[in-house]
């Protein structure tokens, strides 16, 4: 284990997540301000389980889980395997509709005055639609858009297709004054023509990556250890292609604010992706290994922003490091 890798676990260790805290440095993202740059990715995060660990209201935003026009079962079990540095996942998202999470999760995380990104899914545009328009009068501060999940077998297609990602916008952006974010995959030979697809129309701001698709083989049996036989790869294995998407969409588009995700494990990885152009970093896979990560991360990112004062005032007025840098 390496000394860096070391410090990490002890981090890890002593870090006490529950302690009131409060951020020095936050961000704005399309206008929304976020009370540090680091929120948890849409899927990895349950208020039952995390608010054990610490208040969301103290994070830049919590991305919750993606909800449905009704409830969807997901996909069949097994439904994860490991990799090395990463899991391979195809849950399918599952989730109890959208009228449930009226009705329960996103009234009581704006109790607790946490700062809420809705991800919504869909089979199609229709699907889409009813989500955003019953959100539209809700208590959330920004909706995004899933065009990009690799788990389940329709509404992902829209993701890979910048006139069909249009013909969706066209649709939704009529619906809701809220910050639009539209969340796109690595699963295409060029990202910038999806970006550009999403910004030309109506869309505030994009989130990247959604996880690449994988397969692992269950070597005794010769078979797929996923019953979906593929799924989405995620965590530290897929950090290095995240931050060269989100560069090359910044290189493209220099202050369209982007939110950045894809092996999120320590501040120095979120720093990484502020200096890629992001506006914000959002932590998934760490937090499914250490539950109190996303807090850990934004304390460690706190810390290291002190340091470099010209990204932190940026980050505070809604810009972002290529700006700084014109």
């Known amino acids: 284990m390496s000394a860096r890798e070391t410090t990490t676990e002890l981090q890890h260790v002593h870090f006490d997540a529950t302690e009131p805290r409060t ?14 740059p680091i929120g948890t990715a849409a899927g990895t995060y349950n208020l039952d389980a995390c ?18 026009p009704v409830p969807w079962e997901g996909n069949p079990a097994p439904r994860t395997a490991e990799t090395p540095a990463g899991t391979v996942n195809s849950v399918g998202l599952q989730n109890p509709g959208v009228d449930h999470y009226l009705e329960d999760d996103l009234p009581r995380l704006k109790a607790m005055g946490a700062t809420v990104v809705s991800n919504v899914a869909g089979h199609s545009d229709d699907d889409f639609a009813e989500v955003v328009e019953k959100l539209a009068v809700s208590a959330a501060d920004m909706l995004e858009i899933n065009v990009s999940c690799p ?13 069909a990602l249009c013909t969706l916008l066209k649709r939704l952006r009529p619906l809701t004054d809220k910050p639009l974010i539209i969340k796109l995959t690595p699963n295409v030979d060029d990202v910038v023509p999806i970006a550009r697809a999403a910004i030309e129309n109506g869309a505030d701001a994009v989130s990247l990556i959604n996880t690449f698709v994988g397969m692992r083989i269950d070597t005794r049996t010769g078979r797929p250890i996923l019953a979906n036989v593929t799924g989405g790869v995620s965590g530290p294995a897929v950090h290095p292609m995240a931050v060269a998407m989100v560069y090359k969409i910044r290189q493209a588009f220099h202050d369209f604010p982007i ?17 890629a ?9 760490a937090a499914l290994v250490d539950p109190a990560a996303p807090v850990r991360i934004a304390a ?18 809604g810009k972002n490091w290529i ?3 014109d």
């Open 23 to 36: 951020f020095r440095h936050p961000t704005v993202v399309a206008g929304v301000p976020w009370k540090s």
């Open 51 to 68: 608010s054990v660990y610490y208040n969301p209201a103290i994070l830049g935003a919590v991305s919750t889980k993606g909800v449905s």
């Open 151 to 163: 788990n389940v077998k329709s509404g992902t297609s829209v993701g890979k297709d910048p006139v």
């Open 259 to 275: 939110i950045a995700m894809g092996g999120t494990f320590s501040g120095d990885d979120a720093l990484e992706f502020l200096y």
């Open 277 to 285: 152009g992001a506006n914000a970093v959002e932590v998934g896979s």
């Open 300 to 317: 460690e990112l706190d810390e290291l922003l002190d340091s470099r004062p010209v990204l932190a005032d940026a980050l505070a007025v």
């Open 323 to 325: 700006q700084v840098q």
